[in-house]
Every structure is written in C-alpha cells, then in structure tokens.
C-alpha cells in the first residue's frame, strides 16, 4: 500500500509518500517539496499536489491532508480557509481522502461540518512520531517559519493549547523559524564593534539570512522569497543583514555582519527556550526531541541551553525526511484511517 501525506502550509506545501507492507510496517518513504505562498498562489494548489506526486499517483491507494494554510492572509477566517482548501484537494483526487483534525483523522463531510477542527493541526501527525520514539517527552519542531513544542506523556500528545491562539500563550508555539521570520522581530539592539546600534524595524532580512551567513543552512536550504527580491547567494545575505543597520558592505565588514548574525541567532535560541522551559517544567519532561529544519541548529540548541536530554528524529528519519515530519506523519496516520 502506498499513502501520500501532504503537509500543505501557508509558504511550503510538504510531501511524504510511504509505501507500507502488509503488516504497516514501513519499507519505503519518499519526500518531497514546493514553495507555494497560498497568500496569493492558492489556484495553483491543486496542480502543485500531482506535480510533487509525479509518477507515484497511479500507484497512490489514499492520501492524507494536515494544513497549516488556512492561516494565509487570503482568507478572512480560518474556516473559510480550511474549507477552500479541502474542497480543492477534494476537486484534485478520486481516491480516499481524509485530513488531519485536532481529534485524529477527519472524512471531507466531517471538515464541512467543524473546519476549525483542521485548522493548523498538522502537529498532531508530529506527535505520532515523536510518541513512536518515547512515550514521554517534548518534540520540537522548528520548520520556516514557525516552531512547535508539543509534550507527549504515555505516548499521547498532551497540550494544553489546542488553537493556534491558545498554543501562543502556553509555550507550545513560537511564531519563529528557520527561513521567513524577519530579523527586527528577534532584536531591537545589536552589537557593533564596541557599541550597541538600534535596527531598523523594516523587512530588510530574514533567518534564511541569518543562518547562510553562519552556515547553519546551504544555499539549497534557502527556499523562500528574499525581503528584498535579490537573488539567494552568500553576498546577497551578508548585504541584507548590513541593511538591518542602514548599512550596505562598503560601511560594514563581513566580520561585523557575522557578528552581528550571530548575536541574532543567539536571541532566536533563547526565544524558543524561554517557550520550551515553560513546557518542561509544567509537564515535568526533561527529553526533547527535534525535528524540522531547524531542528539541529535552533531546536536542539534551544534544549542543550537548558540542560535538557536531546535526541532527534534522525534516528528514526533521514535528514530530508525530518525537514518534513508532519508529511510523513499525516501518511502513517491515513494508513491508520483506512484500516479503521
């Protein structure tokens, strides 16, 4: 059997397709991606879904959908939203289809009758594989553009926050990423040889700019737009960054900017451990286990800076599958729909 799982976000649209013998054991995971900001490409979904499918769709017996979508700002609510974009992928495949809910998997009749119950709930098929790996701890999961902190206790997730709303207050998300978030959220100060500079508040440059001048990230890794259209090359981000200080590389050095990247990178680690130190204690679980993007260089950072045991979905994933966990996620829990 072979079940596709799309994770369809609101800049990446994410896919695993996992083929299962017949005992549910996994034998083989394909992974793959597109970049496709639904906040003013949502039409070309549908075609976006069997382009990443490509040869696998004749051979594909369902396909499990988690969104984070719904949140684009070409949508006036989140209802509206969730029930646009199922009803595209509905309009897209004739084979079984079923999305990730708050509550397990949900039939297209139910998602019509309570859309909210869909609404960014792709953590949940996270959570599936965290559990498979410990039946207590915390997974991290640091994508592009956000990071998810979800604790698990006796192989169940258990969060207080269930809506985006909620998690924002109990610690369970963090509105930071590895790639889009913009760099005048994370600092309004930065140092400058032997001064502090305030940063400009303007879109000048993202994390992706952060983490290529560090090389936290390859130039392959950089797959979102760039703040100010240029093309994505090393220089181009070193140049990005010198703007945050009204500067450009004839008045900073590539040293000053790196410096400067660093201390970014610094803050943005300690963001995401202040949201994973409320978790932590609050469920009393000291294991943390990373995936996403982000999951070496900002999730597990942010737990070794609070002593806590890390681990990562590499044991059990390859990298590339890890950068897409809810995909992979979302195709064992169709697999596990279809059986019911």
């Known amino acids: 059997m072979k079940i596709a799982g799309f994770d369809i976000g609101g800049a990446n649209t994410d896919l695993a397709v996992v083929e299962f ?11 793959d991606f597109s970049y496709l900001p639904m906040w003013n490409k949502k039409d070309e979904l549908s075609q976006t879904l069997l382009d990443l499918l490509g040869k696998d769709m004749d051979e594909i017996d369902a396909v499990g959908i988690s969104m984070t979508a719904e949140l684009a700002d070409s949508y006036q609510s989140k209802a509206e939203g969730v029930l646009d974009i199922s009803a595209r992928v509905m309009e897209t495949f004739n084979i079984p289809v079923a999305f990730v809910g708050l509550n397990g998997m949900k039939d297209y009749e139910s998602v019509q009758k309570n859309p909210q119950e869909l609404a960014a709930a792709n953590w949940i098929a996270t959570a599936t594989l965290a559990a498979h790996m410990a039946p207590d701890c915390i997974f991290i999961d640091t994508g592009s553009t956000t990071t998810d902190i979800i604790p698990i206790k006796n192989g169940t997730e258990c969060a207080k926050g269930r809506t985006d709303l909620e998690r924002l207050g109990t610690g369970e998300l963090v509105y930071t990423g590895t790639l889009r978030t913009n760099v005048a959220t994370l600092v309004d100060k930065v140092p400058l040889k032997d001064k502090w500079l305030r ?47 009204c500067g450009d590389m004839n008045l900073l050095s590539k040293d000053d900017v790196e410096k400067i990247a660093w201390f970014i990178y610094q803050k943005q680690v300690a963001q995401v451990a202040e949201a994973l130190k409320e978790v932590s204690v609050r469920e009393h679980i000291e294991l943390v286990i990373a ?30 599958d890890c950068v897409v966990a809810p995909a992979v996620g979302t195709a064992l829990l169709m697999e596990k729909f279809q059986k019911s």
């Not at 013998?21 to 992974?31: E, F, W």
């Open 291 to 320: 995936t996403g993007l982000g999951m070496n260089i900002i999730g597990s950072e942010a737990a070794k800076f609070l002593g806590l045991e890390i681990r990562t979905m590499e044991e059990i994933l390859s990298k590339e």
């Open 199 to 245: 940063t400009a508040s303007e879109l000048f440059a993202v994390t992706a700019d952060v983490h290529l001048v560090l090389g936290n990230i390859t130039l392959e890794d950089y797959t979102s737009e760039t703040p100010d259209g240029g093309d994505i090359s090393l220089e181009n981000s070193f140049l990005r960054l010198s703007r945050l200080l």
């Open 21 to 31: 013998d017949d005992n549910g054991s996994i034998i083989n995971i394909r992974t």
